[in-house]
């Protein structure tokens, strides 16, 4: 038995399902889960001493690499100061400075611990800003697990949401309306019925949980349109493309692109703690300014603004300049171009989808005009991902473990780390396209 295999079977006799995050079971890849012990620039080393090229970069924090020195320097000497206050340091201050430098439309910031906690506050400030109930999720769009966004569509276009896993109350689910993504038409009719009673719309500022689905030209500008026209606010979700997909997340992205949309509300997480646990609400004031103590929205949490988190987040986002965008940039650029080469070369149907530096690849011939929503997300071929996975994996190379995941690069990523992913690629596409075949 290997070490790894070891691990997950002392880990399930523990840990529900062996895992601490459900996708972190390899349940839709199949095969022993990697115990990662240690990380260091773009890779990671397992538990049976084994390194990998790293595509997943702890889901986009790892912007400048694993363990870079400046950032466990600032880790290690905030922690010399004391893990914990339970009280304000200069350091939030800092932190969220940064935050409103690089998206200017974020006016105040709020701190917390999770990307589930930041989208669960901006849902409730937003219900305390309009008075109303109702909020509008798109189908394939997640933004954290607390009860009100685990909902799934209704029976019909403008019906409310039934619940989306066990343990979620049926009218807390009602509370949701959930549409299809990129559907202009699906969202007229929501407000036409429901307007009045909506208080937000909650997007990820670009699709990055069902696979990379961005959206289409027009469509965040149409949401602030629709959203300011019925009284309700719009919730950006930047937890996964906050200062990830660009120097300005994704609103930077949008914003050279020609749509200067500025959400009422963003969350943001990942990056913005380096790697460690912290995220943030950050808006329009007067939004903002209806948080305790202030106003009447109540939030708070005894491990906001964590000192030791919050060096993390620093030290990643002031390193975080032009340059480190346009090496990540141009590793994405290669490993995307490569890995369409290598599976046109071996016959396997697939579409690549970016959101600035995030990508991620399609696989099978439902897809290849392109995947604009959930339901066409579901059409790809889970079979041939596995199989082209496992591949990579065998020669060292570690995507995420489900079809249904953007792929990260880093700064960190050298040629070298390039080279072994492209030489990787021509037998993992043959691979699939095996699997799609049988």
């Known amino acids: 038995m290997s070490r790894n295999e070891d691990l997950f079977e002392r880990a399930r006799a523990v840990i529900p399902g062996g895992v601490n995050s459900p996708v972190r079971a390899f349940g839709s890849v199949g095969g022993t889960p990697r115990f990662f012990v240690s990380a260091s620039g773009p890779l990671v080393t397992d538990a049976d001493g084994r390194d990998y090229v790293d595509l997943v970069a702890s889901w986009g924090p790892a912007l400048v690499g694993h363990a870079h020195p400046e950032v466990i320097a600032a880790v290690v000497e905030a922690a010399g100061r004391g893990l914990s206050f339970g009280a304000s340091t200069p350091a939030e201050t800092e932190l969220a400075e940064e935050i409103r430098r690089r998206v200017p439309i974020a006016e105040k910031i709020r701190l917390v611990s999770t990307g589930t906690e930041a989208t669960m506050t901006a849902i409730r400030l937003a219900r305390g800003a309009t008075g109303r109930d109702l909020l509008v999720k798109f189908a394939g769009h997640y933004h954290g697990h607390s009860d009100g966004l685990l909902a799934q569509a209704g029976s019909g276009l403008a019906t409310l949401a039934l619940p989306g896993s066990a343990g979620v109350p049926a009218a807390i689910a009602a509370q949701t309306l959930v549409v299809r993504y990129n559907d202009r038409a699906a969202l007229e009719a929501v407000f036409a019925e429901h307007g009045e009673r909506i208080a937000a719309v909650i997007t990820e500022a670009a699709g990055a949980n069902m696979g990379v689905v961005p959206p289409a030209p027009g469509f965040t500008?149409?949401?602030?349109?629709?959203?300011?026209?019925?009284?309700?606010?719009?919730?950006?979700?930047?937890?996964?493309?906050?200062?990830?997909?660009?120097?300005?997340?994704?609103?930077?992205?949008?914003?050279?692109?020609?749509?200067?949309?500025?959400?009422?509300?963003?969350?943001?997480?990942?990056?913005?703690?380096?790697?460690?646990?912290?995220?943030?609400?950050?808006?329009?004031?007067?939004?903002?300014?209806?948080?305790?103590?202030?106003?009447?929205?109540?939030?708070?949490?005894?491990?906001?603004?964590?000192?030791?988190?919050?060096?993390?987040?620093?030290?990643?986002?002031?390193?975080?300049?032009?340059?480190?965008?346009?090496?990540?940039?141009?590793?994405?650029?290669?490993?995307?171009?490569?890995?369409?080469?290598?599976?046109?070369?071996?016959?396997?149907?697939?579409?690549?989808?970016?959101?600035?530096?995030?990508?991620?690849?399609?696989?099978?011939?439902?897809?290849?005009?392109?995947?604009?929503?959930?339901?066409?997300?579901?059409?790809?071929?889970?079979?041939?991902?596995?199989?082209?996975?496992?591949?990579?994996?065998?020669?060292?190379?570690?995507?995420?473990?489900?079809?249904?995941?953007?792929?990260?690069?880093?700064?960190?990523?050298?040629?070298?780390?390039?080279?072994?992913?492209?030489?990787?690629?021509?037998?993992?596409?043959?691979?699939?396209?095996?699997?799609?075949?049988?």
């Open 221 to 438: 500008s149409f949401l602030r349109e629709l959203t300011r026209r019925h009284g309700a606010l719009l919730i950006s979700d930047e937890v996964l493309t906050g200062f990830r997909s660009g120097p300005s997340g994704y609103w930077g992205v949008l914003r050279e692109a020609g749509e200067d949309v500025a959400p009422d509300l963003l969350t943001f997480g990942k990056v913005v703690g380096g790697g460690l646990p912290v995220a943030a609400i950050a808006g329009r004031a007067e939004v903002m300014d209806l948080l305790a103590p202030l106003g009447p929205v109540y939030q708070a949490g005894t491990l906001s603004g964590n000192p030791v988190a919050v060096a993390a987040g620093l030290a990643t986002l002031r390193l975080a300049d032009d340059a480190v965008y346009a090496r990540i940039a141009g590793a994405a650029d290669t490993v995307s171009r490569a890995a369409s080469a290598a599976l046109t070369e071996a016959g396997m149907p697939h579409v690549v989808q970016r959101a600035g530096t995030l990508f991620s690849v399609f696989f099978g011939a439902a897809v290849i005009d392109g995947v604009p929503d959930y339901e066409t997300a579901t059409l790809q071929d889970a079979a041939a991902y596995a199989a082209f996975f496992h591949a990579m994996l065998d020669a060292g190379v570690s995507l995420p473990p489900s079809a249904f995941e953007a792929w990260f690069l880093t700064a960190a990523h050298d040629d070298a780390a390039l080279e072994r992913i492209i030489s990787a690629l021509p037998a993992a596409a043959r691979a699939a396209a095996a699997a799609a075949a049988s």
